[in-house]
């Protein structure tokens, strides 16, 4: 997001020198460090940043999905460490119709709803989910409203094509 | 253990007993869940063995419709998330926006916002008190205290803003217009009532022995557990861990306000809900900081453009809500729309736990230990 002469903080040096195997691409948005991973590496950077005692990330903050359209989905995890205060962004882009991504939640319990969430919402698939059912919408619907390419109007004659459940032929 | 409702399980207890477990369903309609809320429980005997929560009942898809209208226009979605503290989410919204933007805002503003704010979280916080207090027996009473303050804080938003839950009053760069003319007297006016009200639910609630044995170490909560699931605000406090966002990572003008952060010892129901009266008078405290320190100036900044478009920009603002971290991650990619908003929701997470919290537990103090979380729907669901 930012440009390349940005001066990045002590923390992307520490990172790098706790977690030297893992490959990751650092860069600075408005708020936070964010390091940009291939989903291969996604378990082994998080397993780091949390039980490297530099590190020490204990608390995964929040999860957001992204439609990137073109460029596939984005998965974006914020960590926190209360022991020494600071915060990650960690990027993961998958590729178009290959959204598979391991699950954190074996990891981090506040994981399972967020990934959840993620996976009704734009179609992430998490391998290893313990309960990898519906949250907010229907159980039984396989939309994902998240998406830019979701149509707006015409939601329930999707929902019928969809799902192809008797009583939604439209 | 089972959460299916579909699998009975028949065992035999110690002394000989052949029983079969049993599932209830509670909600989405019920007034102990809070809202549209629903949950299966798998029951053995009182016990509740299994809880499976389910949640969406008033998924208005926030983030969507924050992608479909300009920036403007999707703050108004953003105050019916918590809808019991509508300020504190417009502030975090515009807080968002403004950092994608690099809009200044004036310091005035910062002060009214943070001012409305804490007398939002009192007002959600009496709220919790007066339907914390009815879960747990006082039938009405509580409820009524609560209530007579929670519409003198109503009153005095609406004299400010001109609307009571939703006063849409927060803009990026300040806020709509400037303090009504007599608002610190009815302001101070206001605060000798709330400080009453929270004396007189303190004597009713903590000073009842019922009270107090009911909530008593009941289903602790550890540190480190909270932590791994994700939990914030007055909960995470109660389990002893003095971590207030306004403190860890200040913004606005927090820095220059006095204030402590209520800690609990065990992280029982109790103890979260005398943080949450803790909490209370540490706000009070604050608006009447805010009150002397107010500044004069702009309350809105005269160099905003009529239309906002922000290039590419990421940001992720958090603030501490009434019920935790209160997070808004947005993605700006040119235009008058953003490309992502995101809904970081302390209720969400916080609810998350109630699972693993309310096994092992009597079905009535279940509703005590949901009680003692104090969600939101409109947040939960989004």
């Known amino acids: 997001m930012t440009a390349e002469n940005v001066t990045l903080p002590p923390l992307a040096g520490a990172i790098k020198k706790a977690l030297p195997k893992v490959p990751c691409a650092a860069s600075l948005t408005k708020t936070d460090l964010d390091l940009r991973v291939a989903p291969a590496d996604l378990l082994a950077l998080v397993q780091g940043l949390k039980d490297h005692p530099d590190l020490g990330f204990d608390y995964l903050r929040n999860v957001t999905g992204l439609d990137m359209q073109e460029n596939g989905l984005e998965l974006k995890y914020h960590f926190y460490s209360f022991k020494h205060g600071h915060t990650v962004q960690v990027t993961v882009a998958t590729p178009p119709g290959e959204s598979h991504l ?15 969430e993620a996976a009704e919402m ?20 396989r939309i994902h409203p998240l998406l830019k390419a979701h149509p707006l109007q015409p939601v329930e004659i999707v929902q019928g094509i969809e799902d192809g459940r008797a009583g939604f032929e439209f | 253990m089972s959460i299916w409702p579909e699998e009975r399980l028949d ?46 009942y008033l998924h208005r898809g926030l ?24 300020l504190l989410c417009e502030q975090a919204y515009c807080m968002a926006v403004e950092k994608l ?19 939002s979280r009192i007002n959600s916080h009496f709220m919790f008190l007066g339907a914390f207090g009815a879960d747990v027996g006082s039938f009405g009473t509580s409820f009524t205290y609560a209530w007579r303050e929670r519409e003198r804080i ?14 849409t009053y927060c803009r990026p760069g300040g806020v709509t217009m400037d303090l ?33 044995e009911r909530c008593r170490a009941l ?50 129901v109790f103890d979260r809900y005398m943080v949450r009266l803790a909490e209370m008078y540490q706000s009070a405290r604050i608006v009447e900081q805010c009150l002397e320190q107010l500044p004069g100036g702009p309350f809105l900044n005269p160099n905003l453009p009529k239309n906002l478009r922000i290039d590419d920009a990421e940001a992720y603002v958090r603030i501490e809500g009434t019920k935790g971290e209160y997070g808004v991650y947005a993605l700006a990619k040119g235009g008058n729309k953003a490309y992502r908003m995101k809904l970081r929701s302390p209720s969400f997470c916080n609810l998350s736990a109630l699972s693993e919290m309310v096994v092992g537990h009597y079905v009535a103090d279940a509703i005590i230990i949901l009680g003692s979380l104090d969600i939101v729907l409109g947040e939960v669901d989004k």
């Open chain 1, 102 to 116: 391991p699950t954190l939640a074996g990891l981090y319990a506040a994981a399972d709803w967020h990934e959840r």
């Open chain 1, 122 to 141: 734009f179609g992430f698939v998490f391998d290893g989910h313990p309960d990898p059912r519906n949250l907010l919408l229907e159980e039984d619907l």
């Open chain 2, 11 to 56: 065992h035999v207890d110690t002394e000989g007993f052949h029983t079969v477990d049993m599932t209830i369903n509670v909600g989405p309609q019920h007034p102990a869940t809070h809202g549209v809320f629903r949950m299966l429980l798998t029951v053995d005997g009182e016990l509740v063995t299994a809880c499976r929560p389910y949640i969406g």
């Open chain 2, 63 to 86: 983030e969507k419709l924050s992608e479909l209208n300009d920036y403007r226009q999707a703050m108004g979605f953003w105050d019916r998330t918590d809808y019991l503290a509508g």
């Open chain 2, 101 to 119: 933007a690099d809009i200044e805002v004036p310091e005035r503003a910062e002060y009214i916002r943070v001012m409305l704010s804490e007398l």
């Open chain 2, 154 to 167: 109503y009153d005095l938003i609406e004299e400010v803003s001109g609307d009571r839950m939703f006063p």
């Open chain 2, 180 to 212: 009504p003319e007599n608002f610190e007297k009815r302001c101070r006016e206001v605060l000798g009532h709330i400080y009453q009200g929270i004396d007189d639910l303190d004597g009713l609630l903590t000073g009842n022995e019922i009270f107090v």
């Open chain 2, 219 to 268: 289903s602790p909560l550890t540190t480190e557990r909270a932590i791994n699931l994700g939990v914030t605000g007055p909960v995470l406090r109660s389990t002893g861990l003095a971590w207030d966002l306004r403190k860890a990572e200040p913004y606005s003008v927090y820095p220059h306000l006095k204030f402590d952060i209520p800690v609990g010892l065990r992280g029982d």
